[in-house]
């Protein structure tokens, strides 16, 4: 059975675009996913990468015609400049960690957070948007983080991923990484994926 590292964050509208597609390939191959959201702002740093608002204007433009490529070509109403973009993410990102840990389904959880953002207007800073995220995906919000772990520890294991994603050659989100070291970045390489994990099962 193959293992993929899944480094995400909540933010990414490519994270979101991919995120359906993703589960389904992985259950395909009968794979198991271990989500890891990780703080890309920092990954960006080390890794020659720049944040949206100090890009040129012409990767900014860019950018915005390829999510309307992928929206139109999947058929996703994602919102292209949504109103709580970046949302602040600490909320939704201790849920899933929390989630993961707990054995429950966090891969569709993060895709509820990220439809919140790109297709709901909704804030992930609000609880009650992240619970409500929870429950479309079949989820206790408020369960899963009585059970814990604490913020601190959700905190801790999130910088944890941070290092481990930069460790292993990270450098942006969605990244699909094997346990060959082989990784594919982005949800446009779904599909070598898909064909890696073909030929090893």
Avoid at 30 to 35: E, S, Y
Wanted: proline share 5%; with cysteine; glycine share 8%.
């Amino acid at each position: 059975m193959a293992t993929i590292d899944y480094y995400m964050t909540l933010n990414s509208p490519w994270t979101y675009l991919g995120a359906a597609r993703f589960a389904e390939i992985a259950a395909r191959h009968n794979a198991t996913v271990r989500i890891k959201p990780a703080k890309f702002g920092e990954v960006f740093a080390k890794t020659g990468g720049l944040p949206l608002p100090k890009r040129s204007p012409e990767r900014r433009a860019y950018r915005m015609m390829e999510l309307k490529r992928w929206r139109d070509y999947h058929g996703l109403p994602i919102n292209l400049e949504p109103k709580h973009f970046p949302s602040d993410e600490a909320i939704g990102t201790r849920l899933v960690i929390a989630a993961a840990l707990q054995g429950k389904d966090a891969c569709r959880l993060a895709l509820e957070l990220g439809r919140s953002i790109w297709e709901l207007e909704s804030n992930l800073g609000d609880e009650a948007v992240v619970a409500a995220a929870a429950q479309r995906a079949g989820l206790d919000a408020s369960a899963i983080r009585k059970a814990g772990p604490s913020d601190a520890e959700l905190d801790r294991i999130n910088d944890q991923n941070t290092a481990e994603a930069l460790e292993r050659g990270v450098f942006g989100a969605p990244s699909y990484v094997l346990p060959s070291g082989e990784f594919m970045w982005g949800q446009d390489r779904l599909e070598f994926l898909d064909r890696a994990l073909a030929k090893s099962s």
